[in-house]
Nanobody, 116 residues
């Protein structure tokens, strides 16, 4: 079975940093692009960032570009999101995502709260 498991969410002060991780299993991790999404309370799910299967290509939503960095370790089957200069509006549950031929898969999410 495909499994995605996010971790690393926490309460952090504005201007702080966090690194999220997403462990993957049940598919050939190195063959697929991966994405990060987030959902703030009362708001729609929004795409945050994506990375190609080999890691050479990364993309970001405008609201995180220059502050967040996506990366992956294909030897460890793990996706990362380094988040710097965090703002209160970054408060959300963050999810990793993969689109496979057999379906679209999501992790359970990890809560990031940015507050003083």
């Amino acid at each position: 079975d495909v499994q995605l498991a996010e971790s690393g969410g926490a309460l952090v002060q504005p201007g702080g940093s966090l690194r999220l991780s997403c462990g993957a299993s049940g598919f050939i991790f190195s063959s697929y692009s991966m994405n990060w999404f987030r959902q703030a309370p009362g708001k729609a799910l929004e795409w945050v960032s994506g990375i190609s299967n080999g890691g050479a290509t990364t993309k970001y939503a405008d609201f995180v570009r220059g502050r967040f960095t996506v990366s992956r370790d294909n030897d460890k089957n793990t996706l990362y999101l380094q988040m710097n200069s965090l703002k209160p509006e970054d408060t959300a549950v963050y999810y990793c995502n993969v689109n496979l031929a057999r379906g679209v898969y999501w992790g359970q999410g990890t809560q990031v709260t940015v507050s003083s």
